[in-house]
Nanobody, 119 residues
Framework: QVHLVESGGGLVQAGGSLKLSCAAS????????MSWYRQAPGKQRELVAA???????NYVDSVKGRFTISRDNAKTTVYLEMNSLKPEDTAVYYC?????????????WGQGTQVTVSS
């Protein structure tokens, strides 16, 4: 069994900052790509940022220069540092990891954490 637990969401004023964390636990051999998605009300879930196990990173254009994704392999944790937040960043944020287990490689989602940016 593998579990992902997210933390760090909340309410912040425009221009403020938040840092999200997503920690994986369970029968993990290794973790390949880690990523953050978000879903705003009435919209499709979109990829925000992703990081591979060798450090390759990509961001959606709307967050470039404001958000930073990082990972701590020893702690099997991925972070999303969000600065200069805007009301349009309001969404539920989900982490996704490609995890290698003894049974195979699977995609696991976190439970989601709400980020609300007030204007």
């Amino acid at each position: 069994q593998v579990h992902l637990v997210e933390s760090g969401g909340g309410l912040v004023q425009a221009g403020g900052s938040l840092k999200l964390s997503c920690a994986a636990s369970g029968s993990i051999i290794s973790i390949r790509a880690m990523s953050w998605y978000r879903q705003a009300p009435g919209k499709q879930r979109e990829l925000v940022a992703a990081i591979t196990n060798d450090g390759g990173i990509n961001y959606v254009d709307s967050v470039k220069g404001r958000f930073t994704i990082s990972r701590d392999n020893a702690k099997t944790t991925v972070y999303l540092e969000m600065n200069s937040l805007k009301p349009e960043d309001t969404a539920v944020y989900y982490c996704l990891m490609n995890i290698v287990t003894w049974r195979g490689t699977y995609r696991y989602w976190g439970q989601g954490t709400q980020v609300t940016v007030s204007s």
